[in-house]
């Protein structure tokens, strides 16, 4: 006789909590090592990224403030709880990328392996984030209101941002860091999609 296939059950609010805080503390460090590099990345966090850049201000205030718009899409397209829980995301990735500097330094740290560990740390994060049911805002959420309203695939949506991102950023920055960048992405995005399987899950 077959077995019967597990009960499914669905996170506990601690749960979400401690996926929450690690997953933006992955992100966060992994930010740091971003400013520190002086690279980019994708998406909004990207976007923020290359602000604090050219105006010098601090990336965790761009972030949050960059988010602000995008929250009404994600009440269209996910609902209230999921903007909760993802101005929660951001509000805590915007206090650690402030605050990490205080507790964490980095004397030496070679591109190559910067980039990568980056990518590394962003996939883990954001993979648990989303797990949990929250996001960090921005492009994916408005990508994902137009698919449903234009018929437009998200992925192409972000994909196209990103093209633009990186290129805008090619004339700020000099190439070799967008290029470095630009590994950092590829790695987070593989990481995520070998991983993200939806149909391994069980709990919810």
């Known amino acids: 006789m077959s077995k019967s296939a597990p009960k499914t059950t669905k996170h506990t609010r601690f749960e ?11 992100c966060a460090l992994a930010m740091m090592m971003l400013k520190t590099l002086g690279f980019i990345t994708g ?26 718009p995008f929250y009404w899409f994600g009440y269209k397209r996910m609902g209230l709880k999921f903007v909760g829980k993802t101005l929660i995301c951001v509000a805590l990735i915007s206090v ?63 994909l196209a941002f990103d093209a633009v991102l990186f290129a805008v950023a090619a004339f700020i920055l000099p190439l070799d860091l967008v290029a470095y960048s630009l590994l950092g992405a590829v790695v987070a995005n593989l990481v995520i999609a070998i991983n993200h399987r939806r149909d391994r899950y069980i709990a919810t």
């Open 96 to 158: 650690f990328a402030e605050t990490f500097p205080s507790f964490i330094s980095f004397e030496t740290l070679n591109p190559t392996f910067g980039a990568i560990m980056i990518g590394f740390m962003t996939a883990s994060g954001l993979m648990a984030i989303i797990r949990h049911g929250g996001s960090l805002g921005g492009i994916g959420i408005m990508a994902l209101y137009i698919q449903d309203a234009l018929g437009f695939k998200a992925g192409y949506v972000q």
């Open 16 to 26: 979400d909590a401690q996926a929450f805080v690690y997953g933006t503390a992955m």
């Open 43 to 68: 998406q909004t966090a990207g976007l923020a990224l290359l602000i604090s850049y050219v105006i010098e201000a601090p990336f965790g205030v761009v972030f949050f403030v960059v988010n602000l």
